[in-house]
Protein backbone atom coordinates (compact mmCIF):
# COMPACT_ATOMS: atom_id res chain seq x y z
CA UNK A 1 0.00 0.00 0.00
CA UNK A 2 1.59 3.74 -1.07
CA UNK A 3 1.51 6.51 1.09
CA UNK A 4 -0.68 7.84 -1.60
CA UNK A 5 -3.68 5.60 -0.82
CA UNK A 6 -3.48 6.00 2.84
CA UNK A 7 -3.66 9.70 2.45
CA UNK A 8 -6.70 9.42 0.56
CA UNK A 9 -7.82 7.55 3.99
CA UNK A 10 -7.76 10.88 6.45
CA UNK A 11 -8.32 13.41 3.60
CA UNK A 12 -11.81 14.90 3.68
CA UNK A 13 -14.86 12.99 1.86
CA UNK A 14 -14.19 14.92 -2.04
CA UNK A 15 -10.83 16.26 -0.76
CA UNK A 16 -7.42 15.54 -0.80
CA UNK A 17 -4.25 15.32 1.18
CA UNK A 18 -0.78 15.14 0.04
CA UNK A 19 2.31 14.59 1.83
CA UNK A 20 5.01 16.75 2.10
CA UNK A 21 7.38 15.65 -0.58
CA UNK A 22 4.49 16.25 -2.96
CA UNK A 23 3.79 19.77 -1.76
CA UNK A 24 7.58 20.64 -1.95
CA UNK A 25 7.14 19.29 -5.87
CA UNK A 26 4.19 21.63 -5.71
CA UNK A 27 5.17 24.59 -4.06
CA UNK A 28 5.74 27.85 -6.34
CA UNK A 29 4.23 25.75 -9.26
CA UNK A 30 0.32 25.97 -8.56
CA UNK A 31 -1.53 29.00 -7.63
CA UNK A 32 -3.38 26.39 -4.60
CA UNK A 33 -3.29 27.84 -1.14
CA UNK A 34 -2.24 24.60 1.14
CA UNK A 35 -2.73 24.06 5.11
CA UNK A 36 -0.26 22.35 7.06
CA UNK A 37 -2.01 19.11 8.18
CA UNK A 38 0.72 18.76 10.83
CA UNK A 39 2.33 14.73 10.91
CA UNK A 40 0.28 11.96 10.66
CA UNK A 41 0.37 8.29 11.69
CA UNK A 42 -0.69 6.11 8.29
CA UNK A 43 -1.62 2.40 8.39
CA UNK A 44 1.55 0.31 7.25
CA UNK A 45 3.74 3.24 7.36
CA UNK A 46 6.34 3.10 9.50
CA UNK A 47 7.14 6.93 10.40
CA UNK A 48 4.75 9.86 10.86
CA UNK A 49 4.28 11.30 7.11
CA UNK A 50 3.35 15.44 7.68
CA UNK A 51 -0.03 15.96 5.32
CA UNK A 52 -1.05 19.08 3.51
CA UNK A 53 -4.92 19.91 2.23
CA UNK A 54 -5.84 22.72 0.42
CA UNK A 55 -7.40 25.82 1.85
CA UNK A 56 -11.20 27.14 1.16
CA UNK A 57 -12.55 23.68 0.36
CA UNK A 58 -10.71 22.75 -2.69
CA UNK A 59 -12.14 19.87 -4.07
CA UNK A 60 -9.65 16.99 -6.12
CA UNK A 61 -11.61 17.94 -9.31
CA UNK A 62 -9.89 21.43 -8.55
CA UNK A 63 -6.70 19.87 -7.71
CA UNK A 64 -6.84 17.42 -10.87
CA UNK A 65 -7.30 20.65 -12.81
CA UNK A 66 -4.28 22.78 -11.29
CA UNK A 67 -1.62 19.73 -11.90
CA UNK A 68 -3.35 18.20 -15.06
CA UNK A 69 -0.06 20.33 -16.90
CA UNK A 70 2.70 19.12 -14.59
CA UNK A 71 2.02 15.61 -15.38
CA UNK A 72 2.65 15.50 -18.63
CA UNK A 73 6.08 16.79 -19.26
CA UNK A 74 7.34 15.28 -22.07
CA UNK A 75 6.69 15.91 -26.19
CA UNK A 76 4.61 13.16 -26.72
CA UNK A 77 1.30 15.51 -26.25
CA UNK A 78 2.72 18.68 -28.11
CA UNK A 79 3.89 15.88 -30.81
CA UNK A 80 0.61 14.53 -31.26
CA UNK A 81 -1.45 18.21 -31.40
CA UNK A 82 1.32 19.38 -34.12
CA UNK A 83 -0.02 16.29 -36.04
CA UNK A 84 -3.06 16.70 -35.40
CA UNK A 85 -3.44 19.81 -36.51
CA UNK A 86 -1.10 19.50 -39.81
CA UNK A 87 -3.36 16.65 -41.24
CA UNK A 88 -6.85 18.72 -40.43
CA UNK A 89 -5.24 21.49 -41.78
CA UNK A 90 -4.48 19.21 -45.10
CA UNK A 91 -8.00 18.52 -45.03
CA UNK A 92 -9.36 21.18 -44.41
CA UNK A 93 -7.87 23.15 -47.45
CA UNK A 94 -8.42 19.67 -49.49
CA UNK A 95 -12.46 20.49 -48.71
CA UNK A 96 -12.18 24.13 -49.14
CA UNK A 97 -10.70 23.56 -52.95
CA UNK A 98 -13.88 21.53 -53.28
CA UNK A 99 -11.87 18.39 -53.98
CA UNK A 100 -12.68 15.01 -52.43
CA UNK A 101 -10.62 13.86 -50.10
CA UNK A 102 -7.80 11.76 -51.23
CA UNK A 103 -7.92 7.82 -49.53
CA UNK A 104 -4.31 8.12 -48.16
CA UNK A 105 -5.43 11.38 -46.78
CA UNK A 106 -8.55 9.70 -45.04
CA UNK A 107 -6.03 6.98 -43.68
CA UNK A 108 -3.54 9.65 -42.48
CA UNK A 109 -6.75 11.05 -40.57
CA UNK A 110 -7.88 7.92 -39.15
CA UNK A 111 -4.20 7.24 -38.27
CA UNK A 112 -3.43 10.18 -36.36
CA UNK A 113 -7.36 9.92 -34.68
CA UNK A 114 -5.67 6.88 -33.17
CA UNK A 115 -2.49 7.95 -32.31
CA UNK A 116 -3.92 11.14 -30.30
CA UNK A 117 -6.69 8.90 -28.40
CA UNK A 118 -3.37 6.47 -27.42
CA UNK A 119 -1.78 9.55 -26.56
CA UNK A 120 -4.71 10.66 -24.76
CA UNK A 121 -5.31 7.21 -22.69
CA UNK A 122 -1.64 7.19 -21.47
CA UNK A 123 -2.04 10.69 -19.97
CA UNK A 124 -5.08 9.96 -17.90
CA UNK A 125 -3.99 6.11 -16.70
CA UNK A 126 -0.87 8.26 -15.69
CA UNK A 127 -3.03 11.01 -13.97
CA UNK A 128 -5.08 8.07 -11.80
CA UNK A 129 -2.48 6.18 -11.26
CA UNK A 130 -0.46 9.11 -9.32
CA UNK A 131 -3.42 10.65 -7.73
CA UNK A 132 -4.05 8.15 -4.92
CA UNK A 133 -6.99 6.02 -3.61
CA UNK A 134 -9.80 8.33 -4.10
CA UNK A 135 -9.40 7.77 -7.75
CA UNK A 136 -11.35 4.51 -8.12
CA UNK A 137 -14.44 6.03 -6.68
CA UNK A 138 -17.48 6.67 -8.98
CA UNK A 139 -17.51 10.53 -8.48
CA UNK A 140 -13.99 11.24 -8.50
CA UNK A 141 -13.08 12.56 -12.18
CA UNK A 142 -10.50 10.80 -12.73
CA UNK A 143 -12.35 7.76 -12.43
CA UNK A 144 -14.53 9.25 -14.89
CA UNK A 145 -11.46 9.93 -17.56
CA UNK A 146 -10.01 6.52 -17.06
CA UNK A 147 -13.17 5.33 -17.70
CA UNK A 148 -14.31 7.53 -20.64
CA UNK A 149 -11.09 7.07 -22.08
CA UNK A 150 -10.80 3.49 -22.38
CA UNK A 151 -14.31 3.14 -23.68
CA UNK A 152 -13.12 5.57 -26.87
CA UNK A 153 -9.55 3.72 -27.21
CA UNK A 154 -12.23 0.87 -27.54
CA UNK A 155 -14.04 2.33 -30.85
CA UNK A 156 -13.11 0.51 -34.08
CA UNK A 157 -12.16 3.91 -35.66
CA UNK A 158 -9.36 4.54 -33.61
CA UNK A 159 -8.16 0.78 -33.41
CA UNK A 160 -4.49 -0.52 -34.56
CA UNK A 161 -6.31 -1.55 -38.06
CA UNK A 162 -6.02 2.38 -38.67
CA UNK A 163 -1.58 1.77 -38.64
CA UNK A 164 -2.13 -1.25 -40.78
CA UNK A 165 -4.60 0.47 -42.92
CA UNK A 166 -2.42 3.72 -43.50
CA UNK A 167 0.09 1.07 -44.05
CA UNK A 168 -0.94 -0.54 -47.02
CA UNK A 169 -1.98 3.08 -48.61
CA UNK A 170 1.56 4.19 -48.49
CA UNK A 171 2.34 0.76 -50.06
CA UNK A 172 0.09 1.56 -52.83
CA UNK A 173 -1.79 -1.57 -52.22
CA UNK A 174 -4.87 -1.69 -54.42
CA UNK A 175 -7.43 -2.77 -52.19
CA UNK A 176 -6.74 -0.13 -49.42
CA UNK A 177 -9.54 1.42 -47.71
CA UNK A 178 -9.13 4.27 -44.54
CA UNK A 179 -12.55 3.04 -43.22
CA UNK A 180 -12.23 -0.86 -42.96
Not at 23 to 30: M, P
Not at 92 to 113: C, D, H, K, N, Y
Not at 116 to 124: D, S
Not at 131 to 149: E, T
Request: hydrophobic share 40%; net charge negative.
Amino acid sequence: MNIAARLQEVASTGGVAISDDVYRQLRGKLDLPFQDGGERSLKNIAEPVRTWTPIGGQTTDAIVTAIAPEIDKSERSRAARNLVIEINDAAWETARSGEELPIRLQGEMRAVATYCTEIALQVVTEAFRYSGGGAIYDGNILQQCLRDMNVAAQHLMVSEIAYENLGQMILGLPDADPMC
